[in-house]
C-alpha cells in the first residue's frame, strides 16, 4: 500500500475507552462501490493521498482496516436532548468510527462514517445514507471550512447501488456511504449517557481521554473540560453567524465537545439577514433558528456541565460556563471583521463597527454574500444607499487584512443558497452528471484561499 511515510502517522487511543464507550461492528456489504468525491487536499494531511482508487475504495468503501489503527470499526454510545427533549434511545445508528491518526500539524484525526450499514443503535432505521444527502454534506463542510467555520470535512463519498425509500424526496433513490475526517467524535452526549448511568469510574476515564487526546493537556479535572469546551463552541456559535449558517439540528448528541461543527442533514445558508430563518421544515418552533444558535449551544453545554456534576462540584462548573458568553461576544466581532477582511483595531471601536454593520445588514435586507464580498477590505461601495452611511464613516480608520489581489474578488461572490443545492444535484439525478459539483467545490475552494489570512494563504 503506497501509503506517504512522512504523512501517515496512525494512532489508536480510542481503544484505551472503548470498553465503555463503543460497541464493534462490521460495514454493510454493498452491492457496489463508485467513487464520486476523494478530497485528496484533506487526505494528504494524513497520509492517505496516495492510495490508488482501487486501495481507495478498500479502505473507505469496504472499511479494510488501515495498518497500525482500530482493529475494526466502533460504532459509539451516547444519549443527548432531541429539541430539548431527553432521548436515551441513541447511538451510532448508520455510522461508526475506523480510523484514528495524527495528522501533521500534530493533533488526533478520527474517520467516520455515515451510512454504513446498520448497528445495534439502528433501532428501525436501514443505515443508510442517500446519495443527495452525502452530495449536501461535500456541500456543506466544503463552504463552512473555506468561510472559516471549525467543521468536519468530507474525505470520501462512494456510490453503493442500493434503492432507498426515504419519506422526505423522490423514492426510490440512489445510496452512498460517506467519511469524514474530524478530531474526534465524542459529543455531549456522551457524557450525558454516563450521567445517566451513574457511572463515575467512566466519566472521569472519558474526562481524561477528552483533555488528554482532543485538546493536548494532561489532565483529568472536568472543570479545566467544560470551561474548554464552552469557549469553543462559543466560538463555533460565532462563526455560524459571521457565516449566515443555519446547522438545523444542535441536539446535545451533534453538539462535538472539540467545538467541531458536523453531521450535516437539514442545514441551510440564510440568503438575507432574517433571525428567524430556520433550516429544518420540522422546526416549527423555530428552536434552532439562525439568530438562535448561540443561546441552543449554550444549553447544550449547560447540559454537559449538569452531567458532570457527577464527579465535580456545582460551583466551579457554574463559574466554567460563563466562559461561553464571554467567549462569544469577543468571538463574534473576530468572526465579523474576519469576514469583512478587516484587521482588527481593539477596543470598543471593533464592536460598535461590528453592531452597526448588523444593524444594516438586518435593515436592508441585502444579500448576505453579496454583501460581504462588495464591503471585503474596508469600503462601502458608492451604489449602497443612506442604510450604510453610519458603517462607512466607522469603517474608514480600518486596514485592511489581506488585499483583493486573489482573482476571486474579479468575478461574483460564492453562495450555498438552497436552490443552487438543488440546481447541482439536478444533473446527478437525471443523467448522473457530476460537473457541476466538482466545478462548485474548486470555485468554493477558490472563495476560501481568497478569504483565507495572508500566512495560511502562503
Same mark, same amino acid.
Given at each position: 500500500?503506497?501509503?506517504?511515510?512522512?504523512?501517515?502517522?496512525?494512532?489508536?487511543?480510542?481503544?484505551?475507552?472503548?470498553?465503555?464507550?463503543?460497541?464493534?461492528?462490521?460495514?454493510?456489504?454493498?452491492?457496489?462501490?463508485?467513487?464520486?468525491?476523494?478530497?485528496?487536499?484533506?487526505?494528504?494531511?494524513?497520509?492517505?493521498?496516495?492510495?490508488?482508487?482501487?486501495?481507495?475504495?478498500?479502505?473507505?468503501?469496504?472499511?479494510?482496516?488501515?495498518?497500525?489503527?482500530?482493529?475494526?470499526?466502533?460504532?459509539?454510545?451516547?444519549?443527548?436532548?432531541?429539541?430539548?427533549?431527553?432521548?436515551?434511545?441513541?447511538?451510532?445508528?448508520?455510522?461508526?468510527?475506523?480510523?484514528?491518526?495524527?495528522?501533521?500539524?500534530?493533533?488526533?484525526?478520527?474517520?467516520?462514517?455515515?451510512?454504513?450499514?446498520?448497528?445495534?443503535?439502528?433501532?428501525?432505521?436501514?443505515?443508510?445514507?442517500?446519495?443527495?444527502?452525502?452530495?449536501?454534506?461535500?456541500?456543506?463542510?466544503?463552504?463552512?471550512?473555506?468561510?472559516?467555520?471549525?467543521?468536519?470535512?468530507?474525505?470520501?463519498?462512494?456510490?453503493?447501488?442500493?434503492?432507498?425509500?426515504?419519506?422526505?424526496?423522490?423514492?426510490?433513490?440512489?445510496?452512498?456511504?460517506?467519511?469524514?475526517?474530524?478530531?474526534?467524535?465524542?459529543?455531549?452526549?456522551?457524557?450525558?449517557?454516563?450521567?445517566?448511568?451513574?457511572?463515575?469510574?467512566?466519566?472521569?476515564?472519558?474526562?481524561?481521554?477528552?483533555?488528554?487526546?482532543?485538546?493536548?493537556?494532561?489532565?483529568?479535572?472536568?472543570?479545566?473540560?467544560?470551561?474548554?469546551?464552552?469557549?469553543?463552541?462559543?466560538?463555533?456559535?460565532?462563526?455560524?453567524?459571521?457565516?449566515?449558517?443555519?446547522?438545523?439540528?444542535?441536539?446535545?448528541?451533534?453538539?462535538?465537545?472539540?467545538?467541531?461543527?458536523?453531521?450535516?442533514?437539514?442545514?441551510?445558508?440564510?440568503?438575507?439577514?432574517?433571525?428567524?430563518?430556520?433550516?429544518?421544515?420540522?422546526?416549527?418552533?423555530?428552536?434552532?433558528?439562525?439568530?438562535? +444558535?448561540? @443561546?441552543?449551544?449554550?444549553?447544550?453545554?449547560?447540559?454537559?456541565?449538569?452531567?458532570?456534576?457527577? *464527579? /465535580? $462540584?456545582? #460551583?466551579?462548573?457554574?463559574?466554567?460556563?460563563?466562559?461561553?458568553?464571554?467567549?462569544?461576544?469577543?468571538?463574534?466581532?473576530?468572526?465579523?471583521?474576519?469576514?469583512?477582511?478587516?484587521?482588527?483595531?481593539?477596543?470598543?471601536?471593533?464592536?460598535?463597527?461590528?453592531?452597526?454593520?448588523?444593524?444594516?445588514?438586518?435593515?436592508?435586507?441585502?444579500?448576505?454574500?453579496?454583501?460581504?464580498?462588495?464591503?471585503?477590505?474596508?469600503?462601502?461601495?458608492?451604489?449602497?444607499?443612506?442604510?450604510?452611511?453610519?458603517?462607512?464613516?466607522?469603517?474608514?480608520?480600518?486596514?485592511?487584512?489581506?488585499?483583493?489581489?486573489?482573482?476571486?474578488? +474579479?468575478? @461574483?461572490?460564492?453562495?450555498?443558497?438552497?436552490?443552487?443545492?438543488?440546481?447541482?444535484?439536478?444533473? *446527478? /439525478? $437525471?443523467? #448522473?452528471?457530476?460537473?457541476?459539483?466538482?466545478?462548485?467545490?474548486?470555485?468554493?475552494?477558490?472563495?476560501?484561499?481568497?478569504?483565507?489570512?495572508p500566512d495560511a494563504a502562503a
Amino acid at each position: 500500500m503506497p501509503l506517504s511515510p512522512q504523512a501517515y502517522r496512525p494512532a489508536h487511543p480510542l481503544t484505551e475507552i472503548a470498553d465503555f464507550l463503543a460497541d464493534p461492528v462490521e460495514a454493510a456489504d454493498f452491492p457496489q462501490t463508485v467513487i464520486r468525491f476523494r478530497n485528496d487536499r484533506a487526505a494528504a494531511e494524513i497520509g492517505l493521498d496516495t492510495l490508488s482508487d482501487d486501495e481507495w475504495v478498500a479502505h473507505l468503501g469496504r472499511f479494510a482496516p488501515l495498518p497500525g489503527t482500530l482493529p475494526g470499526p466502533m460504532a459509539l454510545r451516547y444519549h443527548g436532548h432531541q429539541f430539548r427533549q431527553y432521548n436515551s434511545d441513541l447511538g451510532d445508528g448508520r455510522g461508526f468510527t475506523f480510523a484514528q491518526m495524527v495528522a501533521s500539524d500534530g493533533r488526533l484525526l478520527e474517520l467516520g462514517t455515515k451510512g454504513s450499514g446498520q448497528t445495534p443503535y439502528s433501532r428501525f432505521g436501514d443505515g443508510r445514507l442517500t446519495l443527495k444527502g452525502g452530495v449536501r454534506e461535500i456541500l456543506a463542510t466544503e463552504m463552512l471550512e473555506a468561510l472559516n467555520v471549525p467543521t468536519s470535512r468530507t474525505l470520501s463519498l462512494i456510490e453503493t447501488g442500493e434503492a432507498l425509500h426515504r419519506g422526505d424526496e423522490p423514492s426510490p433513490t440512489r445510496s452512498a456511504v460517506m467519511v469524514r475526517m474530524s478530531h474526534g467524535h465524542i459529543r455531549i452526549g456522551s457524557f450525558q449517557r454516563l450521567a445517566f448511568e451513574r457511572d463515575e469510574a467512566g466519566m472521569k476515564r472519558l474526562v481524561a481521554y477528552v483533555l488528554r487526546h482532543l485538546y493536548g493537556e494532561e489532565s483529568d479535572d472536568p472543570v479545566r473540560l467544560l470551561t474548554l469546551v464552552a469557549q469553543r463552541t462559543a466560538t463555533l456559535a460565532a462563526r455560524y453567524m459571521a457565516a449566515g449558517f443555519v446547522h438545523g439540528v444542535l441536539n446535545s448528541d451533534n453538539i462535538n465537545v472539540t467545538g467541531e461543527s458536523f453531521d450535516y442533514g437539514p442545514w441551510r445558508f440564510a440568503p438575507v439577514w432574517d433571525p428567524e430563518f430556520t433550516a429544518a421544515y420540522f422546526d416549527q418552533m423555530g428552536l434552532y433558528a439562525l439568530a438562535r +444558535q448561540p @443561546e441552543a449551544i449554550q444549553w447544550d453545554v449547560m447540559q454537559l456541565a449538569s452531567s458532570l456534576r457527577l *464527579i /465535580a $462540584e456545582s #460551583d466551579p462548573l457554574i463559574a466554567a460556563l460563563e466562559g461561553f458568553a464571554t467567549t462569544y461576544q469577543a468571538e463574534i466581532v473576530t468572526a465579523i471583521l474576519w469576514r469583512l477582511g478587516l484587521t482588527p483595531r481593539g477596543g470598543t471601536e471593533d464592536r460598535a463597527l461590528v453592531q452597526t454593520f448588523e444593524r444594516a445588514l438586518r435593515t436592508s435586507q441585502a444579500g448576505i454574500d453579496r454583501v460581504y464580498f462588495d464591503l471585503f477590505g474596508g469600503q462601502v461601495p458608492d451604489h449602497y444607499d443612506e442604510t450604510w452611511n453610519e458603517l462607512r464613516d466607522l469603517i474608514e480608520p480600518y486596514a485592511p487584512r489581506r488585499a483583493r489581489d486573489h482573482a476571486y474578488w +474579479q468575478g @461574483e461572490p460564492e453562495s450555498m443558497l438552497i436552490d443552487e443545492v438543488e440546481a447541482i444535484w439536478a444533473p *446527478i /439525478a $437525471e443523467r #448522473d452528471d457530476w460537473t457541476m459539483l466538482y466545478e462548485k467545490v474548486e470555485r468554493v475552494r477558490a472563495m476560501g484561499a481568497a478569504l483565507a489570512d495572508p500566512d495560511a494563504a502562503a
